[in-house]
Each structure stands twice: as structure tokens, then as C-alpha cells.
């Protein structure tokens, strides 16, 4: 399985991005979806994940804020993310959970999100 995401960009305090990330490969076997952050000089946090059920959980900075949905017909996940804050400036990773035999953890390439004040 890869990963592309897409979507990125810079835009100003409480405007709106909607990220893309896009499976391809052998995806009957993805056990969710998972979008990660890394703000500058710091570590990579979970921001929001759906399951394969459709349920979702986020982090509590961006409840109302974000939301992430999935289209399992393109194996699609998108972030929305509306009334962005400076401090959500951060190099944005789509994730997945794989199995096949083993759990295989997988990165896509992250792309950057930036917001001024």
C-alpha cells in the first residue's frame, strides 16, 4: 500500500484546507485511516482517525475544527479543516495499518500546512 497526500498549503488565521490522501495498492487489507502532524522543531502528534466502521476520534484541539471522512469507492481519506490557527502550522502525514500476515505500519509523504496570523 502507498500513500499521496495532497492538498497542502498556506492561508491566513480562521480560513480552510482540505487535505487529500489517496491509497493505492492492496487496500482491501487497511485497517483505518489515521492524519498526523509535526509542527516545526517538535514531534509528530495524532490530530484525527476513521476507522473502517466509519467511527472517528480526534485530538482535542481540533474537535469542531476538523473533520476527517473517507471514500472507500477511491480509497480516499480528507482532513477538513475549518477556523485554522496559527498553531496548526505543521507538516501534515496521512497513516495507515496494514495486515497481511503482520501489521505493517505505513507513511505517506506529508505535505505542509501553514498559517498566518
Known amino acids: 500500500v502507498q500513500l499521496q497526500a495532497s492538498g497542502g498549503g498556506l492561508v491566513q488565521a480562521g480560513g480552510s484546507l482540505r487535505l487529500s490522501c489517496e491509497a493505492s495498492?492492496?487496500?482491501?487489507?487497511?485497517?483505518?485511516f489515521d492524519w498526523y502532524r509535526q509542527p516545526p522543531g517538535k514531534q509528530r502528534d495524532f490530530v484525527a482517525g476513521?476507522?473502517?466502521?466509519?467511527?472517528?476520534n480526534y485530538e482535542d484541539s481540533v474537535k469542531g475544527r476538523f473533520t476527517i471522512s473517507r471514500d472507500n469507492a477511491s480509497n480516499t481519506v480528507y482532513l477538513q479543516m475549518n477556523s485554522l490557527k496559527p498553531e496548526d502550522t505543521a507538516v501534515y502525514y496521512c497513516?495507515?495499518?496494514?495486515?497481511?500476515?503482520?501489521?505493517?505500519?505505513?507513511w505517506g509523504q506529508g505535505t505542509q500546512v501553514t498559517v498566518s496570523s
Open positions: 497513516h495507515t495499518l496494514r495486515f497481511a500476515g503482520r501489521i505493517y505500519d505505513i
Open positions: 495498492g492492496s487496500t482491501s487489507s487497511i485497517l483505518g
Open positions: 476513521i476507522g473502517n466502521s466509519g467511527r472517528t
